[in-house]
């Protein structure tokens, strides 16, 4: 293959986005818009569809492709039309599961708003085609987390994993996965990120500020745009170890696009102490796309995280990927002594049911943890 497939991939990530953007004159790289060199080879275009695929970025690839900015053979442009097709279809289905979730929290009193993708296509982008997602997330009011959980076992929905002792999830969780008997899944969330961070963010406040999206002939609720748009950047910092491709050009969407006031979104940054995290969101976008100036942008590159915003932020980087780190990390940001023992001791001696099962490797991860938090571990 002659053409660089990750470099390739990223210009159809940023596929859409306002043309005065800093790399449309750079000349290294592979071309897209007009490229003279005519359509992909087969073994490329195979790379980069697949590519897409695990970014769900196929929408955007075909959005490439049908105005010209991408050259594709008849063949070509088949198998992408039926992996769209396919990509669609599911996307419908999670949002026929998004609509039954909000008449079931409605009709048990929950509050709740919609994250992410389901809600994200439909407001942030010109065309809901365009961004592909592959489950629903939710945000769901502490006070309601019990009926919401119960909500889904009624429907026979598995939760990927037990939680390690009565009520933790509700005090100190980020999100629970479900899956439903269709196979379809479902992320309850309890906060907007992981770790030490996830303890500053204030649910019932974010709640206290919804918009809404259409989704067929209903509205659903959805959080603010300024908050829509901190959760964005702290989904593409924290989120995955290496940020996926589709979350950062949520990033740039809301930056260039959408374009919150950055005042709005500082009082945000400022509220739940998540400042350093969404500055290095904001600012990750800007370097992997080439973003050209916009308020939000300058915003990042000036704004100074406070101290707290800074520490629980590194701390939050430097758990990674590790459960035991991040359980650890997380727990000076508990709030309050008696929180903190809890917290601790759920960690540090789970129930049974816990641990049984499929769970060595957490059983393993929970180890480390109880040996540090007890004394007896490094």
Same mark, same amino acid.
């Given at each position: ?109 929950? @509050?709740? #708003?919609?994250?992410?993708?389901? *809600? %994200? /296509? ?6 809901? !085609?365009? =961004? &592909? ?125 959408? @374009?919150? #006031?950055?005042?709005?979104?500082? *009082? %945000? /940054? ?6 350093? !995290?969404? =500055? &290095? ?98």
């Amino acid at each position: 293959m002659g053409t660089d497939v990750d470099a390739l991939l990223t210009r159809v990530a940023a596929h859409g986005l306002p043309a005065d953007r800093a790399d449309q004159a750079d000349p290294a790289g592979p071309r897209v818009a007009g490229d003279a060199a005519g359509p992909l080879d087969d073994d490329t275009f195979g790379a980069l569809l697949a590519a897409a695929r695990r970014e769900r970025l196929v929408g955007l690839l075909a959005a490439a492709t049908a105005e010209g900015a991408l050259v594709v053979t008849d063949t070509q442009r088949a198998e992408l039309h039926r992996a769209h097709r396919e990509a669609m279809l599911a996307c419908l289905a999670l949002e026929r599961l998004a609509l039954a979730v909000h008449d079931g929290l409605a009709a048990a009193g929950v @509050r709740h #708003a919609f994250l992410k993708g389901v *809600a %994200w /296509c439909h407001t942030h982008y010109p065309d809901p !085609a365009g =961004r &592909a997602f592959g489950d629903v997330d939710v945000l769901v009011d502490p006070d309601g987390w019990d009926a919401a959980v119960a909500w889904c076992e009624a429907r026979g929905a598995r939760r990927h994993y037990p939680e390690p002792r009565p009520g933790f999830d509700r005090r100190f969780g980020r999100s629970v996965a479900w899956t439903f008997p269709d196979g379809l899944e479902l992320d309850l969330h309890r906060t907007l990120a992981p770790g030490p961070l996830g303890q500053t963010i204030r649910p019932g406040e974010a709640l206290d500020h919804l918009g809404a999206f259409p989704l067929g002939d209903r509205s659903l609720p959805r959080l603010e745009a300024a908050l829509e748009c901190v959760h964005a950047a702290l989904h593409a910092t924290l989120g995955d170890p290496v940020p996926r491709l589709t979350a950062l050009r949520d990033v740039a969407q809301f930056a260039l696009v959408t @374009r919150p #006031a950055p005042g709005a979104v500082e *009082a %945000w /940054c400022r509220r739940f102490r998540v400042g350093a !995290a969404v =500055r &290095a969101g904001l600012l990750g976008a800007a370097r992997r796309f080439g973003l050209g100036p916009a308020p939000l942008l300058h915003w990042a590159a000036t704004y100074v995280p406070g101290p707290t915003e800074d520490r629980c932020f590194h701390a939050t980087v430097a758990a990674g990927g590790s459960y035991a780190r991040q359980a650890l990390a997380t727990l000076p940001a508990v709030p309050g002594v008696r929180a903190k023992v809890a917290y601790a001791l759920a960690l540090a001696a789970p129930r049974r049911t816990y641990l049984d099962g499929d769970e060595r490797g957490r059983l393993g991860r929970l180890r480390r943890v109880g040996g540090v938090l007890t004394g007896g571990g490094r």
